[in-house]
């Protein structure tokens, strides 16, 4: 109703119009009210995720402080960059403990390695006893007879897992090398082609970007009494895992010349010597170089040869051992000297033609290498030959497929 000159006229207001105006009301009321919710779960996602980055922020602040204030945490960075030293990332353990430690780091360790195989070893061997208990004694060569010529056992430990292989007879072991040049050969291959028991991989060798085609050796490789391969002048002298002609194990630094006096027949080049007459050269893990694969040798008084091979870098499975695990492992087992061989992507344990470990490499059969240890019924019979004949190291391009 409205009023139009002193009249009252009534009016008709549609019942639409006066519907919208009513419900307008209502909505408004509505989004309003499903707008507050929103904004109130919006609120607390960003407490949730501000507490979060405060929670993250002081973890991250709290580990900073123990990694570098505190002696364990200084401890436990330098045991992260020792077992990078060890992988093909070496320049990563830069960001933990600098370049400069880095360097220092890694020369301390070639000196200390160096100095570890200047002691001369005097220990004896009584052939024959054939006795997997250290605390035997000496014994007879029917016992040998009795025994298999290897035996195998499955060992594990804090973080690791693995096996040692016992060679029960020394002089049944020879060196094998690739068959072919341009290229190093799997020990699976090897073990196959030339009819052997078993083999656990040897020596160094030259490894451009960790990459390498494993052809090219370091240091000197002998078998069957015979210098296969040199980089060294004859007055230099290396770190040399072997065994002489009469089945004990050699181990430590010496020149081409004393080899040849010592009649030793099979020997590659790697380092550390880890035990010498009867005692441990690695005081703790702290020394340990690091977690890692790792393959070790050593031989107990009765003469048995003792390869360590355990796996690494493998979660769930087994993520490695240091060198004073190794040495343990050793001398529980009477080993009376022993010495590290090559590990970490190298280290694999082949027994009837199978692979008995986990090699950390893309291929279950492990990485192609330039030498490897063999056990045969009849060394004598072993058709291996010099595959570096008439070539010197500087003709050799270890990066070349």
């Known amino acids: 109703m409205e009023t139009i000159g002193g009249k009252i006229v009534r009016t008709k207001i549609s019942a639409g119009t006066a519907g919208a105006a009513t419900a ?151 060196i094998a090398v690739p068959d072919k040049p341009g290229r190093g050969e799997r020990v699976t291959s090897m073990v196959k082609r030339t009819g052997a028991i078993a083999g656990v991989n040897g020596g160094g060798f030259a490894d451009p970007n960790w990459e390498g085609n494993g052809f090219q050796p370091i240091g000197i490789v002998m078998s069957g009494g015979k210098l296969f391969y040199s980089d060294l002048g004859k007055s230099k002298s290396t770190q040399v895992v072997g065994i002489d002609g009469s089945g004990k194990m050699v181990a430590g630094r010496y020149t081409l010349g004393e080899l040849k006096q010592m009649g030793v027949k099979e020997a590659v080049t790697f380092q550390p010597r880890i035990i010498v007459n009867g005692k441990g050269l690695i005081k703790n893990a702290a020394d340990g170089w690091g977690i890692a694969p790792r393959t070790a040798m050593g031989q107990r008084e009765d003469g048995a040869i003792l390869f360590v091979v355990i796996d690494g870098r493998q979660p769930g499975h087994s993520i490695g051992a240091n060198l004073y695990d190794v040495q343990q492992i050793l001398l529980e087992r009477g080993a009376v000297i022993a010495a590290n061989l090559d590990g970490g992507s190298s280290t694999v344990l082949v027994k009837d033609g199978e692979v008995l470990n986990k090699p950390s490499t893309k291929s279950s059969e492990g990485r192609y290498l330039p030498t490897a240890f063999l056990v045969f019924e009849h060394p004598e019979q072993a058709d291996i030959r010099n595959v570096w004949e008439g070539l010197k190291p500087s003709d050799i391009d270890p990066g070349k497929w």
């Not at 430690?101 to 390695?113: P, T």
Request: net charge positive; hydrophobic share 35%; aromatic share 8%.
């Open 24 to 174: 307008g009301r209502p909505a408004q009321r509505k989004r309003k009210a499903i707008r507050k919710p929103a904004r109130r779960r919006s609120r607390r996602w960003l407490r949730a995720i501000a507490a979060v980055f405060g929670v993250v922020l002081l973890l991250a602040t709290c580990g900073g402080i123990w990694l570098f204030l505190t002696p364990s945490g200084t401890n436990f960075r330098y045991l992260m960059a020792d077992t990078i030293i060890t992988t093909q990332h070496r320049k990563w353990a830069k960001y933990i403990i600098g370049q400069e430690a880095l360097d220092s780091r890694v020369q301390a360790y070639q000196k200390k390695f160096d100095a570890m195989g200047e002691e001369r070893d005097t220990h004896v061997i009584h052939s024959g006893t054939g006795s997997s208990d250290p605390s035997a004694g000496s014994g007879t060569a029917a016992d040998s007879q009795n025994k298999p010529l290897v035996e195998v056992e499955s060992i594990s430990g804090h973080g690791y897992s693995g096996y040692v292989m016992t060679v029960n007879d020394p002089t049944k072991i020879r």
